[in-house]
């Protein structure tokens, strides 16, 4: 009976632990090796609770992101800092954390339903679906899975809903938060969009140094704090702010200036 235990979306776990050594394995050099993933913070996730936790993040590749974490989180729980050394932390990873993902992208072809099984809470974009911008009610069915996900374990989503840069977060990860009351841990990356394609299933370049940041946990008044204050303090958590794009153009053009200077020289 143990050996087909499911988890409260019936993916039996014997099967999720070897899918996640498989491709933890196959997956491993692109962040040690071919690449160089940088990561500080990750004290943090060996503090962390065993459930009810969500971890918010900006969003560079469909896939790469998730997979990051996962060898983070593991390699955290397995005694590791800031490093995933070795990939034997794999031999019995966090079987209960989830990931929220566009349903369209999770079932375009086999391998992202493969990487479904793994954790996926896949929802219907209320905004955009097949390259085309929509309106639609949200599915009651989606916000349900996502609170199963953390009654469970842990949840991951990427609150701008885009791997683009300083589009707007949705309202609807701070609606998660204030109804459910999970610890929020921001995670800031870069370095994804250069070392991946898009959909973060082919390397691209080899020697780009990927940076993963864990923040401390945000503090937030759930009974008293609104929609809007919650949506602002994740864009700061996961550097997004729109005040913030003003500050990275103003020292793009300061190098750009250096660099003009360094040639007329």
């Known amino acids: 009976m143990g050996l087909f235990k499911r988890n409260p979306f019936g993916h039996i776990l014997f099967i999720k632990r070897w899918l996640i050594f498989f491709f933890g394995v196959l997956t491993h050099k692109r962040y040690r090796g071919f690449n160089d993933l ?25 896939f790469a992101d998730v997979v990051a974490m996962f060898h983070v989180f593991n390699a955290s729980l397995s005694g590791r800092v800031d490093s995933i050394r070795n990939v034997g932390y794999l031999w019995h990873p966090k079987l209960n954390i989830y990931y929220v993902a566009a349903k369209e992208t999770m079932t375009d072809g086999l391998l992202p339903r493969i990487l479904a099984y793994v954790g996926a809470i896949t929802v219907e974009r209320t905004w955009r679906a097949k390259g085309q911008d929509v309106q639609r009610e949200v599915n009651l069915n989606d916000t349900e899975n996502i609170k199963l996900a953390l009654n469970d374990g842990w949840v991951i989503t990427f609150p701008q809903g885009t791997t683009k840069s300083f589009k707007p977060v949705r309202k609807g990860t701070a609606h998660i938060i204030k109804q459910h009351k999970p610890i929020v841990v921001p995670i800031v990356i870069d370095g994804f969009r250069r070392s991946f394609d898009k959909k973060g299933l082919r390397l691209k370049k080899k020697g780009i140094l990927q940076s993963f940041i864990i923040k401390e946990p945000l503090q937030i008044d759930y009974e008293n704090e609104t929609i809007e204050q919650i949506v602002e303090k994740v864009q700061y958590a996961i550097e997004q702010h729109p005040s913030l794009l003003k500050v990275i153009s103003a020292e793009e053009v300061k190098v750009q200036d250096d660099l003009n200077k360094q040639r007329a020289y």
């Not at 459930?51 to 993040?57: G, K, P």
């Open 38 to 62: 940088q990561i500080e913070g990750s004290e943090i996730i060996k503090n962390l609770p065993d459930t009810n936790v969500l971890f918010i993040s900006n969003h560079q590749t469909y």
